[in-house]
């Protein structure tokens, strides 16, 4: 069973066991403007994510004035 990325209510699978920088980097996303959630928790971009897992990819916005 492969890794599930769920981005922009899309379902993408990765085969094989990747970290997180890794994951971003196959679906082109930068790791500075995404995050990745599994079961509620925040992973860093060293995380491990292994077959079978089900994770979200989320868009960091921020913006504003200073």
């Avoid at 082109?28 to 994770?55: K, Y």
């Amino acid at each position: 069973m492969p890794v599930i990325l769920i981005y922009r209510k899309q379902k993408l699978e990765v085969e094989g066991t990747l970290t997180v920088r890794e994951a971003l980097q196959k679906l082109g996303l930068s790791p500075e403007s995404h995050l990745i959630v599994r079961n509620g928790e925040l992973l860093n971009e060293n995380d491990t994510l292994r077959n079978g897992e089900e994770v979200k990819v989320i868009s960091a916005i921020s913006g504003g004035a200073f």
